[in-house]
């Protein structure tokens, strides 16, 4: 098998902060430059729910996330590529990550069967058996045509005992070599060029492997220690956010990114309020997707720069001030905290669309910021500024 010295990752790493680990990066996939750190909003059904893509432009989203297991299940990822792919599918151009299923290991694990083959899952939708394997979770992806491509993992559950951690990452590790495999049987030619401005031209789908551990340090140096020396461009920080406290998931994290290189993007898997999005950056990680800014939207959560508010409290009834004042979203733009009361009150659907908007354009302004912050060299500073503000509400 190649090793990781043997491809090049087209990754570059832009500025640094001088007094953390955070940094800021471009990644270049064949669509285009993911400037990180980097929020990426779900579309685990080729949708991100209630938007389209002209709303993610407008926000500024250079990448999503779709789902490989929803995806084969439904549309199915045969009629994908007879239908050309999933960008032509849903009409987007710009990049799209798919993640292998794992994380359905996890949250459909009563539904499932763990061999040494792969996994057995029971479709949610009819009761129809269907076998997921490294290998041909890497067709499916290919199939899908997405521009970055996860190896399929075990995610524990936190938390777990240290023998059922172990159990899951040995058998992350061997199928993320069965994996890896597949994927260069796929993409025999690795075609990345860079270019003398620093940019790099890349000509075909990326694919990352996958850290797990738990919450236990020691394994998730072993993880890492594994996954650094295999040819992926890229690395998943997976099984964490799903159970276990603050601290464990800090110190597992560094762990983890303490024993991967530089010069490849770390993406942390299903994370996205933004108090763990400063936090994750400063501890070195480039990469964030969750489902959290529309779900809460959907239950009348709205993020702003003073902190979270529900849209359906009787204060906001009267209220003709936007969400926030400053913010230019279209939501923002248009529409009072009443109406947007009112349709939440009563159940229309525009306000699922609407705060949908506001709370992931909240998180592309917040990773903005950040950005700049690791290029001023004040990111210290400004997180403090930041969160004091945000948090400022649960004081009171």
């Not at 640094?16 to 980097?38: C, F, N, Q």
């Not at 495999?181 to 060029?193: G, W």
């Not at 950005?371 to 990111?379: H, M, P, V």
Request: proline share 4%; aromatic share 8%.
């Amino acid at each position: 098998m190649l090793k990781s010295e043997d491809i090049l990752s087209p990754f570059s790493i832009t500025a640094k902060s001088s007094e953390t680990k955070a940094r800021a990066g471009v990644l270049y996939t064949r669509r285009g430059a993911i400037h990180t750190p980097v929020f990426m909003p779900v579309a685990t059904q080729a949708s991100v729910k209630a938007l389209n893509d002209e709303d993610l432009k407008a926000m500024g989203v250079e990448c999503i996330l779709s789902n490989t297991y929803h995806l084969y299940l439904r549309p199915g990822t045969a009629t994908l590529k007879q239908l050309g792919g999933l960008h032509k599918f849903m009409k987007w151009d710009r990049s799209i990550l798919t993640d292998s299923g794992g994380f359905q290991v996890f949250s459909l694990s009563h539904l499932r069967k763990i061999t040494e083959e792969g996994v057995l899952f029971q479709s949610h939708h009819d009761g129809s058996k269907h076998l997921f394997t490294p290998e041909n979770v890497i067709r499916f992806q290919s199939e899908i045509d997405s521009d970055i491509w996860v190896c399929l993992d075990v995610c524990v559950r936190n938390p777990s005992d240290k023998k059922e951690a172990m159990g899951g990452l040995k058998s992350t590790k061997n199928w993320a070599e069965r994996a890896i495999a597949e994927y260069h049987r796929t993409v025999p030619a690795q075609d990345i060029a860079q270019n003398p401005d620093g940019t790099f031209t890349v000509k075909h789908p990326l694919q990352f492997g996958i850290v797990q551990g738990s919450v236990y340090p020691d394994l998730r140096q072993e993880a890492a220690m594994h996954m650094r020396e295999l040819p992926v461009h890229g690395y998943c920080i997976g099984g964490l956010s799903v159970g276990e406290g603050k601290e464990e998931m800090a110190t597992a994290l560094s762990a983890a990114v303490g024993f991967l290189p530089e010069n490849r993007p770390r993406y942390f898997m299903g994370l996205g309020s933004p108090e763990d999005l400063w936090e994750c950056v400063e501890r070195g990680v480039d990469m964030f997707d969750c489902v959290w800014p529309t779900r809460t939207a959907r239950n009348g959560r709205v993020m702003t720069a003073d902190g979270n508010i529900y849209i359906r409290k009787t204060e906001y009834r009267l209220d003709e001030r936007p969400i926030e004042e400053d913010c230019g979203c279209y939501a923002c733009r248009n529409y009072s905290r009443a109406y947007l009361s009112h349709l939440h009150r009563s159940g229309e659907f525009l306000s699922h669309r609407l705060l949908s908007i506001h709370n992931i354009n909240f998180l592309m302004r917040t990773m903005k910021i950040i950005r700049k912050a690791i290029e001023d060299d004040n990111f210290a500073e400004v997180k403090a500024q930041y969160l004091k503000r945000f948090n400022a509400s649960k004081e009171k």
